[in-house]
């Protein structure tokens, strides 16, 4: 089994706000853009408000368009939103927009299953702090199939998108998450989860480290990007160690890149005991700080 550290991280910001654009009436339908539906078996209410009646039952991601907000937000599980007046084919009415997927992909393997992204909730601590979590759902047909609940990691989720199964066996989508430092938007790492057989697996969060001296980086290389390696999986990490020295000598900075081999039976990582982990010197150079 392939085992990597996760860290959290709480935020000492305010709660998440989720915001859409709406479309006004007069835009012609082929510039209308469509929102999807997050949760499952959603209220449709006829005003901006839980006490609203309700006027029907939607399912995971139904497709509405967006004509109207409410002036005020609601706040639910530390996420706040707008309710918005949606159209659903000829129905209308109000749902809180946290409900409402912040993205929607499809799978490649299957095109009638669907994803869908967003906040799940923010978690409070004794010093006022939050720990925000997100979750990605999977649906086909109106049915929800699987979630899974990602929780914030040393950097934020930013960029979510299905890159296929890059020559795998027994995994039909892999999806990654960019994590972005919060404060520079730099991206520091992906976290990877694999779809296969109606279910999810958060396989890996592979995040960056630096400091002054040392650094790591990891990323994964799949089948189809290289040759020869059929049905496998190799975590490259480059680790960089700087040696400070006295004021106006040069800093020595070694690197060392290894290799390690796994294979993935559907379920979990396991390491490829064909393949021994390998470790070798990278490009060395000195540097004057």
Same mark, same amino acid.
């Given at each position: 089994?392939?085992? &990597?550290?996760?860290?959290?991280?709480?935020?000492?910001?305010?709660?998440?706000?989720?915001?859409?654009?709406?479309?006004?009436?007069? %835009?012609?339908?082929?510039?209308?853009?469509?929102?999807? #539906?997050?949760?499952?078996?959603?209220?449709?209410?006829? *005003?901006?408000?839980?006490?609203?009646?309700?006027?029907?039952?939607?399912?995971?991601?139904?497709?509405?368009?967006?004509?109207?907000?409410?002036?005020?937000?609601?706040?639910?599980?530390?996420? *706040?939103?707008? +309710?918005?007046?949606?159209?659903?084919?000829?129905? $209308?009415? +109000?749902? +809180?927009?946290?409900?409402?997927?912040?993205?929607?992909?499809?799978?490649?393997?299957?095109?009638?299953?669907?994803?869908? @992204?967003?906040?799940? =909730?923010?978690?409070?601590?004794?010093?006022? /702090? %939050?720990?925000? %979590?997100?979750? #990605?759902?999977?649906?086909?047909?109106?049915?929800? &199939?699987?979630?899974?609940?990602?929780?914030?990691?040393?950097?934020?989720?930013?960029?979510?998108? /299905?890159? !296929?199964?890059? =020559?795998?066996? /027994?995994?039909?989508?892999?999806?990654?998450?960019?994590?972005?430092?919060?404060?520079? =938007?730099?991206?520091? =790492?992906?976290?990877?989860?694999? +779809? /296969?057989? !109606?279910?999810?697996?958060?396989?890996?969060?592979?995040?960056? @480290?630096?400091?002054? $001296?040392?650094?790591?980086?990891?990323?994964?290389?799949?089948?189809?990007?290289?040759?020869?390696?059929?049905?496998?999986?190799? &975590?490259?990490?480059?680790?960089?160690?700087?040696?400070?020295?006295?004021?106006?000598?040069?800093?020595?900075?070694?690197?060392?890149?290894? @290799?390690?081999?796994? $294979?993935?039976?559907? @379920?979990? #990582?396991?390491?490829?005991? %064909? #393949?021994? $982990?390998?470790?070798?010197?990278?490009?060395?150079?000195?540097?004057?700080?």
């Amino acid at each position: 089994m392939l085992f &990597l550290v996760v860290f959290t991280k709480t935020f000492a910001q305010n709660v998440p706000v989720v915001q859409f654009d709406v479309m006004a009436k007069e %835009t012609p339908v082929e510039d209308l853009s469509y929102q999807y #539906l997050l949760a499952h078996k959603v209220f449709l209410r006829e *005003k901006p408000s839980i006490k609203g009646k309700r006027l029907a039952v939607l399912d995971i991601g139904t497709k509405m368009v967006l004509r109207e907000k409410s002036l005020y937000t609601h706040e639910v599980k530390g996420i *706040k939103s707008h +309710w918005y007046k949606v159209a659903v084919g000829e129905k $209308t009415g +109000w749902v +809180w927009g946290g409900m409402i997927a912040q993205k929607s992909f499809g799978s490649e393997a299957d095109y009638k299953v669907k994803f869908v @992204y967003g906040y799940e =909730g923010v978690v409070r601590n004794a010093a006022g /702090n %939050t720990q925000i %979590t997100y979750q #990605l759902r999977a649906f086909k047909d109106g049915v929800q &199939l699987d979630k899974i609940v990602l929780d914030s990691l040393v950097y934020v989720p930013s960029e979510i998108k /299905n890159i !296929g199964n890059k =020559g795998l066996f /027994n995994v039909e989508d892999i999806i990654t998450l960019a994590l972005e430092d919060s404060v520079s =938007g730099k991206e520091m =790492g992906k976290s990877y989860v694999f +779809w /296969n057989n !109606g279910r999810f697996t958060n396989v890996a969060n592979l995040v960056d @480290y630096v400091d002054a $001296t040392y650094s790591k980086t990891e990323s994964f290389v799949f089948p189809s990007d290289m040759e020869g390696l059929r049905s496998t999986i190799k &975590l490259k990490t480059l680790i960089t160690n700087n040696k400070r020295m006295p004021e106006n000598e040069m800093a020595q900075t070694a690197k060392k890149m290894t @290799y390690r081999f796994y $294979t993935w039976n559907g @379920y979990a #990582l396991s390491e490829k005991e %064909t #393949l021994k $982990t390998a470790t070798t010197d990278a490009v060395a150079s000195n540097t004057k700080f």
